[in-house]
């Protein structure tokens, strides 16, 4: 099933999902985008198939909260269904924050470059 979710703007954050690939651009930094995230990620299981790209390269910024958010989602998806990261490879927080964030499930959970 191809993923089908207008963009939508939050503060300094750009969120939408088109095909198989949801994208961020700008900032995550509100205190609370669980108020946010949480509902985008509600459309986004209810549309996923069995693999989701997530493309993070153009997120400038990601606080704890949206950390949390993101975990929140990874948890409560289907087991078997697999998540590809798509990071800006010279970005040293993104390569950090998703290697932990991949401890996760190790199987289904990739990070790409």
């Not at 939050?10 to 994208?23: E, M, N, P, Q, Y």
Request: net charge negative; charged share 25%.
């Amino acid at each position: 099933m191809a993923l089908n979710i207008p963009e939508e703007i939050h503060g300094r954050v750009k969120i939408s999902a088109l095909d198989d690939t949801v994208t961020f651009r700008g900032e995550i930094d509100q205190l609370n985008p669980t108020s946010f995230l949480k509902p985008f990620f509600e459309k986004v299981k209810d549309q996923m198939g069995d693999y989701v790209n997530i493309d993070i390269k153009n997120l400038t910024y990601l606080n704890s909260s949206g950390i949390r958010a993101l975990i929140h989602f990874l948890l409560e998806r289907q087991p078997e269904t697999k998540i590809i990261f798509i990071i800006d490879k010279d970005s040293f927080w993104q390569h950090n924050s998703l290697e932990v964030i991949r401890e996760i499930d190790l199987v289904h959970i990739t990070i790409q470059q």
